[in-house]
């Protein structure tokens, strides 16, 4: 058994009270102009940007502090294409066939449908792998912990950093999304998580007009 090793807490900054207040309204007020964006520009992003942002989204707090991710960024048109030609396959299934009407009717606010153009006008497609398990180098499986829960505060913390850069996101999640190991290469010991798409708003982009719940809908004080 490794014996833990502790050093005094780094870079920890405590602000007083009323600068604190300041911070976290100022932080919401950033946050909620975020919106998801399905139309994008094909103007490319600076890449020492996504750099940055992916180094942010690895300081997620993870299972163990295995950080069972790994980000494929694609800027690549023809893997563009061929990833759309596989997500609209699936997607053409979903809303043909497989979805249920009660899970199409949550849909109708959003106006989605199987065509996903951004899939190749955006310039930036961020694939989010979750690893299961780890290889080592002997070729022994070792398991990962909270695999989805770290994976998932790590994709909130890089939309998170794209937004205060300045980009645009979309959440997509094809399913199923497994044609991402074939066309990416990943091996068996990651499974698809999210598919980042990347970049500036087109110029018209227009959004549906939706609300977010309220403080009392969403939080109970006890
Ligand atoms: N994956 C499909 C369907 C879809 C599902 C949910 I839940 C959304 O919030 C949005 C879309 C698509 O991307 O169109």
Redesign the pocket.
Same mark, same amino acid.
């Given at each position: 058994m490794a014996k833990p090793r502790f050093i005094a807490l780094p870079e920890y900054r405590e602000y007083p009270e009323a600068e604190m207040k300041q911070r976290a309204a100022d932080f919401y007020a950033d946050i909620r102009r975020r919106r998801t964006v399905r139309e994008f520009s094909p103007r490319p992003v600076p890449r020492e940007v996504i750099e940055h942002c992916l180094l942010a989204a690895g300081t997620a707090p993870n299972g163990a502090n295995r950080q069972p991710w790994h980000f494929v960024v694609v800027g690549s048109p023809e893997i563009k294409k061929q990833i759309r030609e596989a997500a609209e396959k699936e /997607?053409r299934e979903?809303?043909c066939r497989r !979805?249920p009407r009660e899970?199409l009717e !949550?849909?109708e606010a959003?106006g &989605?449908? /199987?065509h996903?153009p951004f899939l190749e006008t955006a310039p930036c497609l961020i694939a989010i792998f979750a690893q299961g398990y780890e290889v080592t180098p002997e070729g022994k499986k070792l398991k990962n912990y909270y695999v989805q829960e770290s994976v998932g505060i790590a994709a909130g913390f890089l939309i998170n950093a794209l937004h205060h850069a300045g980009l645009a996101t979309l959440?997509? &999640?094809?399913?199923p999304m497994g044609f991402l190991n074939d066309i990416l290469r990943r091996p068996e010991n990651e499974r698809p998580y999210l598919l980042l798409i990347t970049g500036y708003p087109a110029e018209n982009a227009k959004v549906p007009d939706i609300h977010k719940k309220t403080l009392n809908e969403i939080a109970t004080f006890v």
């Open positions: /997607e979903f809303y !979805a899970w !949550a849909l959003l &989605t449908d /199987e996903k959440t997509h &999640t094809p399913s």
